[in-house]
């Protein structure tokens, strides 16, 4: 899985035989600086950005083929016991509203340097059948984390923040609800020079600007009912720089951006799932102590676990959700959830490669 906070690819290396699945091994290979800062231009358009998302594609699949090996050593297994690779890409565009969704990663070099099935463009499919294509891993989450007695909403914080709704009955729903890490990746980045801001110190060190955040809280994707999903192509440095002012302090900015993190999923999960018993949290936001801090106290007395507490790694369940999906996929199994989506129907999804 590379995501959108495009800092690089988890790998693990899943076995599906019990419940939950057994992490057999995991692996993280970070992007080189001049790929990152490629995949971040490609995000909008630019000049010969064919060409160059063509050549983009082709160094993520060898990153993703040195993920692969890495993973594969780390279990000390022989690369045969695997049955397929599920390969997300990394997402450039992301328009359900116009009919596609495009990830890059190709897939076919993927399985020419592993010698092993991949299975990718798992969102696609969905998109065709009328979905938005995103978030896919609630199926996952239903697999997992799903408690007959309790009502659940399983939190993901990674570039953008999803929520996925789990009841009792088996009933599912889930979105995207809005910016997660990218807009204070963004602006961490410009201001201090780091990918992120850790575990939050440099927004704690801040003050929330609520003009700012009066101004950002007025964009109309918070209002939207589900289905519903975002990306990069509404959370980025246009938008953000829209709603500050020059004069505006930038560690503050840094404050108000993970202000609007927490009260946008806090305010989602009052209005959409009023009846959550139990939050639990995957995802790299989970790092982010200051952001984990408010969202409790937000959430008060609802508590916020982390997945960990419940078997999985919160930084590698999306890992573990797309090998689950490229399994689903193996098996002639349906991937999506239109309770999720609003696709037409179930659909199994994804492109496979043969080895």
């Given at each position: 899985?590379?995501?959108?906070?495009?800092?690089?690819?988890?790998?693990?290396?899943?076995?599906?035989?019990?419940?939950?699945?057994?992490i057999?091994?995991s692996?993280?290979?970070?992007?080189?600086?001049?790929?990152?800062?490629?995949?971040?231009a490609l995000?909008?358009?630019?000049?010969?950005?064919i060409?160059?998302?063509?050549?983009?594609?082709?160094?993520?699949?060898l990153?993703?083929?040195?993920?692969?090996?890495?993973?594969?050593?780390?279990?000390?297994?022989?690369?045969?016991?695997?049955?397929?690779?599920?390969?997300?890409?990394?997402?450039?565009?992301?328009?359900?509203?116009?009919?596609?969704?495009?990830?890059?990663g190709?897939?076919?070099?993927?399985?020419?340097?592993t010698?092993?099935?991949?299975?990718?463009?798992?969102?696609?499919?969905?998109?065709?059948?009328?979905?938005?294509?995103?978030?896919?891993?609630?199926?996952?989450?239903?697999?997992?984390f799903?408690?007959?007695?309790?009502?659940r909403?399983?939190?993901?914080?990674g570039?953008?923040?999803?929520?996925?709704?789990?009841?009792?009955?088996?009933?599912?729903?889930?979105?995207d609800?809005?910016?997660?890490?990218?807009?204070?990746?963004?602006?961490?980045?410009?201001?201090?020079?780091?990918?992120?801001d850790?575990?939050?110190?440099?927004?704690?060190?801040?003050?929330?600007?609520?003009?700012l955040?009066?101004?950002?809280?007025?964009?109309?994707?918070?209002?939207?009912?589900?289905?519903?999903?975002t990306?990069?192509?509404?959370?980025?440095?246009?938008?953000?720089?829209?709603?500050?002012?020059?004069?505006?302090?930038?560690?503050?900015?840094?404050?108000?951006?993970?202000?609007?993190t927490?009260?946008?999923?806090?305010?989602?999960?009052?209005?959409?799932?009023?009846?959550?018993?139990?939050?639990?949290?995957?995802?790299?936001?989970?790092?982010?102590?200051?952001?984990?801090?408010?969202?409790?106290?937000?959430?008060?007395?609802?508590?916020?676990?982390?997945?960990g507490?419940?078997?999985?790694?919160?930084?590698?369940?999306?890992?573990?959700?797309?090998?689950?999906?490229?399994?689903?996929?193996?098996?002639?199994?349906?991937?999506?959830?239109?309770?999720?989506t609003?696709?037409?129907?179930?659909?199994?999804?994804?492109?496979?490669?043969?080895?």
């Amino acid at each position: 899985m590379s995501g959108t906070s495009l800092d690089g690819v988890d790998a693990v290396l899943a076995d599906f035989s019990g419940r939950p699945p057994r992490i057999r091994a995991s692996a993280y290979h970070p992007f080189p600086a001049e790929l990152r800062a490629e995949l971040l231009a490609l995000q909008s358009p630019g000049h010969d950005e064919i060409a160059r998302a063509a050549a983009a594609g082709n160094a993520l699949a060898l990153a993703y083929a040195a993920a692969v090996d890495a993973v594969i050593r780390a279990s000390g297994s022989d690369k045969s016991v695997v049955q397929a690779i599920g390969c997300h890409g990394q997402t450039v565009r992301h328009r359900p509203d116009r009919g596609f969704t495009a990830q890059i990663g190709n897939a076919a070099l993927l399985a020419e340097r592993t010698s092993i099935r991949v299975v990718a463009d798992f969102r696609s499919r969905d998109v065709a059948a009328g979905g938005q294509g995103a978030p896919l891993a609630p199926a996952f989450h239903a697999e997992v984390f799903l408690h007959r007695n309790e009502n659940r909403a399983i939190l993901n914080v990674g570039g953008i923040a999803n929520l996925t709704w789990l009841a009792p009955d088996g009933s599912v729903t889930g979105f995207d609800c809005g910016p997660g890490n990218c807009l204070m990746d963004l602006w961490c980045a410009q201001h201090i020079g780091a990918p992120f801001d850790g575990s939050g110190k440099w927004a704690a060190g801040g003050s929330v600007l609520p003009q700012l955040l009066a101004r950002m809280q007025q964009e109309p994707f918070f209002a939207l009912l589900p289905p519903k999903s975002t990306g990069r192509d509404l959370f980025n440095d246009a938008w953000l720089r829209a709603r500050i002012k020059a004069d505006d302090d930038a560690q503050s900015v840094q404050a108000t951006l993970l202000e609007l993190t927490a009260r946008s999923i806090c305010d989602a999960i009052g209005r959409d799932l009023p009846r959550t018993q139990r939050v639990i949290a995957c995802g790299g936001g989970t790092q982010n102590l200051a952001l984990m801090t408010r969202l409790r106290q937000l959430l008060d007395p609802v508590p916020l676990e982390s997945s960990g507490l419940h078997g999985i790694d919160p930084q590698l369940v999306e890992a573990v959700a797309f090998a689950w999906l490229a399994r689903q996929s193996a098996r002639g199994l349906p991937g999506n959830l239109p309770s999720v989506t609003g696709a037409r129907g179930r659909r199994v999804l994804g492109a496979v490669y043969p080895p």
